[in-house]
């Protein structure tokens, strides 16, 4: 009954997805990338990966407040971009930030918190995208669930490695981590009612 | 103007590098055009029956300054000196459009698009503390203290980024003569600006205004230390620190003060913004030392703006290549007084 719909929503997830590497890609053709390029794809991607993983997060509020379902048949495609932008800032910084340098990345990631909690988030998206697939969710059974609840963690982290990484003016990480406090929000709010009910 | 560059700097200046200049100057030019539309606009609102009279009147009288700047007050008269001698310079627009400069805005790109409004001149610097006799400086009795040089220096950013940049400016020394401390006089103190009419960023409470920077008196004597008032053999744009800012190579960028209102010779180490705004992070010296880290940054390698997405990083000195200031710290515990 919603097939149609799914469909429509994913093509124009693959149409939005794909505009900000466009962008980049333009831009950088165009040496329009900022005095310092590499640290703006770094961002760029940085904050793509960020949108995306809200907005998979988005999917289940969404259920809870409209009673609709169809759209959390979107939910494992924005995730997989998110994925997909994590990879794309990850290796910006290990190639164009640090040109392959593992001693220094090393020492980057020991020394400084807020890469530390930027890179254990990406090191606990990695089994998620790995059992995203439909084998691994029948496989996996029960436990899929409980391993795939670990993206809360991962957008706690990612909210703080953007927090912790700001030099001062921390609106920006402010109004992100604002959109996660009220999805994590309403998912805390509607489990609260369920449990009251069953009591 | 450019003319002159690519004399001095045949190698280093590229012709493709001009255009985005004029380019980015006339973007300006619209911005102060459009600004001023605003501004008829809001006019044209409060004075309905004088609406099209004071659009045309507040737009003609906004471009006029613009274009007589720009003709009769840019270009600097000064020496050519050998620092900086085989340095690849960072092309103008970079400089001038990728600033930290908070009271125009926390984004590197704001103090180029919010600091038109900004008025260089007429200025003074008051001149305070253990000083024989409080005095007031005009900038242009500043500018005949001593001729001004140009001095190609690295810049450093705490955040891990640096810049080659062609000042032109004078020693701090001999303002400091001219000023003339007493015995008491340890450090030195710079206050900048901060009009929250012309600097939007000064009326967000991100830093504690106005920005005070600081240096130890041995410190602001040296030779190297520079009072600049220009780059490019221009007068110093407006978010570069115009009318005049501090600028020390061997410390990190944010030790240089820009927009100085007053100078204060005092006993007593200042407690500069940036110590005050995160003292296990920040330091006094600020001096660029490879060995002492940041919590947040890796302070061993940098990346050069304008190098390219592929360049990658390169190493870090100490004292950022200037090594004739480790005296002024023998003894000193660097690790302790970063």
């Known amino acids: ?199 | 103007m450019i003319l002159d560059n690519n004399k001095r700097n045949p190698s280093q200046i590229q012709p493709s590098e001009i255009t985005p200049r004029e380019v980015f100057e006339d973007r300006r030019h619209f911005i102060k055009a459009a600004g001023a539309g605003l501004i008829a606009g809001a006019i044209a609102s409060t004075q309905a029956t004088k609406a099209i009279a004071g659009e045309i009147k507040t737009d003609a009288n906004a471009k006029k300054p613009a274009a007589k700047t720009g003709a009769t007050q840019k270009t600097l008269t000064f020496k050519k000196t050998a620092y900086g001698e085989g340095e690849k310079l960072t092309k103008f627009e970079d400089v001038t459009t990728y600033n930290n400069y908070y009271e125009f805005g926390t984004d590197k790109s704001d103090p180029a698009t919010h600091s038109t409004l900004f008025k260089p001149r007429p200025w003074s610097i008051s001149i305070e503390g253990a000083v024989k006799k409080a005095k007031t400086i005009s900038i242009e009795d500043l500018l005949k203290l001593a001729p001004l040089e140009e001095r190609i220096y690295r810049m450093r950013c705490v955040e891990g980024w640096s810049m080659v940049i062609p000042w032109v400016g004078l020693p701090l020394a001999s303002l400091i003569k001219w000023a003339e401390p007493t015995g008491n006089a340890k450090y030195i103190e710079f206050i900048s600006a901060n009009d929250a009419l012309t600097m939007p960023g000064v009326r967000v409470p991100v830093l504690d205004w106005p920005y005070v920077e600081g240096l130890r008196m041995d410190e602001a004597n040296h030779p190297l230390t520079l009072l600049a008032v220009g780059l490019y053999g221009e007068v110093l744009p407006n978010q570069n620190g115009a009318p005049v800012r501090l600028v020390t190579p061997w410390k990190y960028g944010f030790k240089g003060a820009k927009a100085i209102v007053k100078i204060r010779f005092v006993e007593k180490m200042p407690v500069t913004t940036w110590v005050k705004t995160g003292p296990s992070e920040y330091g006094f010296y600020a001096n660029v030392n490879p060995f002492v880290d940041h919590p947040r940054w890796t302070q061993s390698s940098e990346k050069r703006i304008g190098a390219g997405l592929f360049a990658g990083r390169i190493k870090t000195e100490m004292f950022n290549g200037y090594p004739e200031v480790g005296q002024m710290y023998a003894g000193m515990d660097l690790r302790k007084y970063f």
């Open chain 1, 1 to 199: 009954m919603y097939a149609q719909r799914v469909f429509y929503a994913k093509c124009l997830i693959w149409v939005f997805a794909f505009i900000p590497i466009l962008r980049l890609v333009w831009l950088g053709v165009n040496d329009d990338l900022t005095a310092n390029p590499v640290e703006f794809v770094e961002r760029s991607t940085g904050t793509w990966a960020l949108v995306f993983l809200l907005l998979s997060l988005s999917m289940t509020p969404i259920r809870l407040l409209t009673k609709q379902v169809w759209q959390i048949q979107l939910r494992r495609l924005l995730g997989l971009w998110m994925f997909a932008y994590a990879c794309l800032h990850i290796t910006t910084y290990v190639w164009l930030d640090y040109g392959f340098v593992w001693a220094d990345i090393a020492k980057d990631i020991i020394k400084h918190p807020y890469v530390i909690v930027g890179f254990t988030a990406y090191l606990l998206t990695i089994p998620l995208a790995l059992t995203s697939n439909s084998a691994m969710i029948k496989r996996l059974k029960s436990k899929w669930k409980t391993l795939h609840q670990a993206v809360y963690l991962i957008s706690i982290l990612v909210i703080l490695h953007f927090w912790w990484l700001v030099k001062k003016d921390v609106t920006e990480p402010f109004y992100y981590a604002a959109v996660l406090c009220i999805l994590l929000g309403i998912r805390v709010y509607y489990k609260a009612i369920a449990s009251k009910n069953k009591l």
